[in-house]
């Protein structure tokens, strides 16, 4: 079985899906490694890398989708949906298709990849079980979203992080506010901190408090009476527009005294909740900065502009996009990891097996035989999911 990896072709996204460490690995599975030319280059690892860990190198991306039965990619079209649109055409019937894909977003996207009857595989879809732990890519690329977030906002913030104490005079450490704290959240927690930032978390969820505590952080405690804010998986859910508007009312104060807010609140398959009005970004001392790592949901802020840098008020809103591409040589690494991780568990002697009883599988195959085959994102596409097939 040849599993291929191309090029990203996501704006700046310097990642490749296959690094040179896992080709053994799937040599194991009876796996042979064909990578597209210069694929890893912009991660630091040239095509030399590859090939001195058995991988071939493919002229161009046509010739990967011609020869691979596996197509691994990190973000594919639902995920990519400017550029990723161009692989439909060189996909064919019986691939496996590997990637973050969105697909409870991605609607037109899946029903095409179904239509062509090729198979897709969601990493986002990802079970967070015991047996799915090495799989998991979404908090791979969330802990270096969380480290991204801290130093981006080191960047923009006018002041450093640390207190020190010179001849010159003290300046004071910077305050530091995280909002949400999952993958993503703690390790910018945890990052802020080294930095030298005087930090605080806050999140929904009850089980956060006592995970916010571990990292070092002052847990912020808004008064308000927690629902049951953790859905499936651990991941927060939706909660109601009333408890929405009086946390954001409550938060406003606290935001306002902060040098530093990094926001990370997201929902699977949702709209970002919005956690900081403009209201609260305009009472902001002059120089001080959001970043906003939900911007590709909508962002946890009103004023945030996806991919974009925005100046309201006094206050800097950065709106992060695809910030793990920020550390392309070990976002590949984990990255290239889980994914193996996940085809050591599709592939057994150089043959596929999906298995639509085993949990894993059926938590992450969208697409099968030309049908959505995946409860959640059929019943997300609705109409879309119906008469998808052959004879489409």
Known sequence: ?????????????????????????????????????????????????????????????????????????????????????????????????????????AADAVRRVATGRVSLVAMELVPRSTRAQTMDALSSMATIAGYRAALVAAE??????????????????????????????LQAIATARRLGGLVEAYDVRRAAE???????????????????????????????????RRQRELLAPIVAQRDVVISTAAVPGLKAPILITAGAVAEMRPGSVIVDLAAEQGGNCEVTRPGEIVQHG????VGLVNAAAGAPFDASQMYARNATALLQHLIRDGALRLDPADEITAATLVTRDGEVCHPAVRERLGPVATGVGAKE
């Open 210 to 244: 006592d995970e916010v505590r571990s990292v070092g952080a002052k847990f912020v405690d808004l008064g308000l009476e927690l629902p049951q804010a953790e859905g499936a998986g651990g991941y927060a859910r939706a909660l109601g527009e009333e408890f929405g």
């Open 1 to 105: 079985m040849i599993v291929g990896a191309v090029r990203e072709t996501y704006p700046g996204d310097r990642r490749v899906a296959l690094t040179p460490y896992v080709v053994p690995l799937l040599a194991k599975s009876k796996c042979e490694v064909l990578v597209e030319h210069d694929a890893g280059a912009a991660a630091g690892f040239p095509d030399g890398a590859y090939s001195e860990k058995g991988a071939r190198i493919a002229a161009d991306r046509r010739a990967v989708f011609a020869a691979a039965d596996v197509i691994v990619q990190i973000r594919a079209w639902g995920a990519n949906p400017e550029r990723g649109r161009d692989d439909l055409a060189l996909l064919r019937p019986g691939q496996l298709l590997v990637g973050f894909f969105d697909p409870l977003n």
């Open 314 to 317: 006094g206050a800097t809103v």
């Open 156 to 185: 923009h913030l006018p002041k450093m992080f640390p207190m020190l104490i010179t001849a010159a005079g003290t300046s004071t450490a910077a305050k530091v506010l995280v909002l949400g704290a999952g993958v993503a959240g």
